[in-house]
């Protein structure tokens, strides 16, 4: 039996996704924080790839692509959600932050058990240009897009622009999964609880 009492900091780090907050340069009738928005790129990723497999015949693997999706955001534990309009200014910019990205994962897999270190490791530092991982970013833009199209539908006129401009991003992604998911899947979006029934 192990007698390790350490303590790690490594899920209560995680905890904390629920206070960081997205889209913080922009008024929002409804607030998302990163928690929930890895929760939803989580379940849409994992139906693109269910998607990919049995529309397409491909060969994604759903569950890996889930909990890619799980963990994508968790090093902004660390660094908090830089707003897109700053992260992407310029070159520069972009580069560095995609180092303060790689260093705060460092930081959040020293957090854990050395025993299980790796095993966080291959999922906090998963291959982005994989099937995986081009899913999990496709997730993460569609995830936007409703985000923009939930906003407006309540009135909000401020993600105007950020909607067309995700869903021109959304359309040069050349996956088709992600052709069937807009296709399919995004118009009901747009629906009241009713409508849906």
């Known amino acids: 039996m192990n007698q390790d009492n350490n303590q790690y ?8 996704m629920k206070h960081i907050y997205r889209w913080s340069l922009m008024r929002n009738v409804s607030r998302e924080n990163i928690m ?23 060969d994604a693997n759903p569950e890996k692509t889930a909990l890619y ?16 309009p700053i992260k992407y200014f310029n070159p520069e ?15 959040l897999v020293s957090l ?17 240009n994989s099937l995986e ?8 833009k569609i995830c936007a897009y409703i985000k923009c199209v939930e906003e407006s539908k309540a009135g909000n006129g401020e993600f105007q622009k950020a909607q067309q401009s995700i869903l021109n991003k959304i359309n040069n992604i050349k996956l088709p999964e992600v052709d069937y998911f807009m296709n399919h899947f995004m118009d009901n979006f747009s629906l009241t609880l009713d409508e849906l029934n």
């Open 9 to 16: 900091s490594f899920f209560a780090f995680l905890s904390r």
């Open 69 to 84: 999706a799980i963990y994508h955001d968790s090093n902004e534990t660390i660094t908090g959600d830089l707003p897109t």
């Open 133 to 140: 991982g081009r899913l999990v970013k496709a997730a993460d």
């Open 112 to 128: 854990l058990p050395a025993a299980i270190q790796e095993d966080y490791k291959k999922v906090l530092f998963y291959d982005e």
């Open 36 to 58: 929930e928005h890895s929760l939803q790129v989580a379940m849409i990723a994992h139906g693109l790839a269910i998607i990919n497999n049995r529309i397409f015949n491909g």
């Open 93 to 107: 910019i972009q580069t560095s932050y995609k180092g303060l990205e790689e260093v705060s994962k460092d930081k």
